[in-house]
């Protein structure tokens, strides 16, 4: 009876492997998706820069397309982030660390592999498991590193301070950044029937009495403090640009180029973790260690056994 128990703990568990697998192709979608629309936005952003300037030159209706060039830069949720081409900039680095992504999960990375490539078998597979950890290492720590510039040079945190308390300092900030957003959002939205439809000067259709109605309703006062908000109140019968002001910032240009900088260190987290579990689905024998092989016939298995 005793080797009996002995043998049915000794029997390997079956492990279902379909959830690694659903798991890494879910992942794969999700970063897909994301990579068509960084493309198609910044495909939309640059074609409208270059557009807009082109109509903007002297010609038939040139006044309504300056105007409209002039909101989208100057006075509009694209001016948090540099404009329409400041944009695009943002769009073309989050694709290219999205691809990096997709080309590690697929096995596509350029890497190293000499030696790998000169053995064969069981020691051939070690081989790229190693480098798979050893480009792991790299992308964290450069992931890390990144953070934590960032946390410093673009939102403050102090140098001295613990990796904890430059997070907490970097997610107050994005909180800040999240109300300005969609301030902002709700700013367009009043602006484009004057701009896009109406024609009027960008700068000119914000009267006093609305953007003053407009501070109360977005609860400036209940954020700020009364004595703040009101050096934000203009006469009723003056006119601003329809881009929202912070009491003691002024106003927020450029103000989410530092948030879009956290593109970095997450993109190289996320290369990281694929490295990492690429190697887990080596070892478990899910996919091959060569780019793509895994697509073969017969190269995925459904489940995998290992010994507890």
Known sequence: MLVQENAELATPRRV????????????????????IVAIALEAISMSAWVLLKALAT??????????????????????LLGGLRGTATRFTLLLALVGGSLATARGKHVVVDVVARLVHGRLRTTFVVLGFAAS??????????????????????????????????????????????RTQLLLDAKSAPHVLLRAEPYAEWLHGDEWNAFLDERGFAERYGREATSALRIPADESRAPLISIPGRGEPRGELINAANLVYPVGLFLIGFRFLFRSLLVVMGLVGAEPDEEDEPGKRAPTVSVGV
């Open 136 to 181: 792991a290492a790299v992308s964290l720590a450069a992931g890390f590193g990144f953070f934590d510039h960032i946390a410093i040079q673009d939102f403050g945190a102090d140098a001295d301070a613990p990796a904890s308390e430059k997070m907490r300092k970097v997610l107050h900030e994005l909180g800040e950044d999240a109300f300005i957003v």
């Open 16 to 35: 279902d492997a379909s959830r690694l697998l659903r798991f890494d192709a879910l992942l794969t979608s999700f970063e897909t998706a994301l990579a």
């Open 58 to 79: 002297p010609a038939l209706h040139a006044d309504y397309f300056g105007n409209v060039l002039n909101f989208f830069q100057q006075a509009s949720s694209l001016t």
